[in-house]
């Protein structure tokens, strides 16, 4: 079930016809029975201002339930709630990865991405990513695989990451942007800062564990969520 398909299923949850929630919403009629599977993000906007019952990551993802929990969603401080927005973040693609490395530190590159409405449920340090995944590395057939063609959210860890402790549990995954091997999706098992050197692992067995030094990172990344197009 796409993006589209969802909404169309919260409109017949609601008891009214498609017309008439276009209206409300503010958004072309006829928009909803369209054939394109997607949800602009102006449009995501529109139906969350309106509908704020609607669990925003069930209609982009599929993930969670449809209609959000009015007891769960009070948990965290009032800045977190307060937090609740959309971020617009840039997609890099499968195909553009190579591109990416040699152009990761330009905004006016970054700025032509593709991007993908996010809702971000608190304030974090650290610039929002997306990554599309290319390999076979992460994926042992579990339910905390990564299959080619998911899209990875994430969130930048601060470059002095390399002077300090990583403190993760496992399972605890990783994006790494490598000097040389690129863009690579791995669990951090063990990190060396004496050492200058990390030990990372891939839940396909057929991947045996390596070393990657520190001075070898670009840039580092925790996988916050991801998104599967099914």
Not at 26 to 51: F, L, N, Q, R, T
Not at 67 to 73: A, E, H, T, V
Request: charged share 25%.
């Amino acid at each position: 079930m796409n993006a589209k398909e969802r909404l169309r299923q919260f409109v017949k949850y609601k008891g009214m016809g498609r017309n008439r929630f276009e209206e409300l919403v503010g958004i072309s009629s006829g928009y909803i029975s369209s054939g394109s599977p997607s949800i602009g993000s102006e449009i995501i906007e529109k139906i969350a201002h309106v509908y704020p019952d609607l669990n925003i990551e069930w209609l982009i993802t599929g993930g969670g339930k449809m209609i959000r929990d009015p007891y769960g969603q009070r948990s965290g401080t009032a800045r977190e709630l307060s937090y609740r927005k959309f971020l617009h973040v840039p997609v890099v693609s499968r195909y553009a990865q190579a591109e990416y490395l040699d152009h990761q530190d330009d905004k006016l590159y970054i700025n032509t991405l593709p991007t993908l409405p996010v809702l971000a449920e608190h304030e974090g340090k650290g610039e929002y990513m997306c990554f599309e995944v290319r390999g076979d590395s992460m994926n042992d057939g579990t339910v905390n695989s990564y299959k080619p063609g998911d899209i990875l959210i994430c969130r930048e860890i601060s470059p002095r990451f390399s002077q300090k402790k990583l403190y993760f549990n496992s399972p605890r995954f990783f994006l790494i942007v490598h000097r040389e091997e690129g863009v690579i999706v791995k669990q951090i098992i063990d990190c060396n800062t004496e050492k200058g050197e990390m030990t990372v692992h891939s839940l396909n067995p057929l991947y045996e564990d390596s070393l990657i030094r520190l001075d070898d990172v670009k840039k580092l990344f925790n996988i916050i969520k991801f998104q599967r197009l099914l």
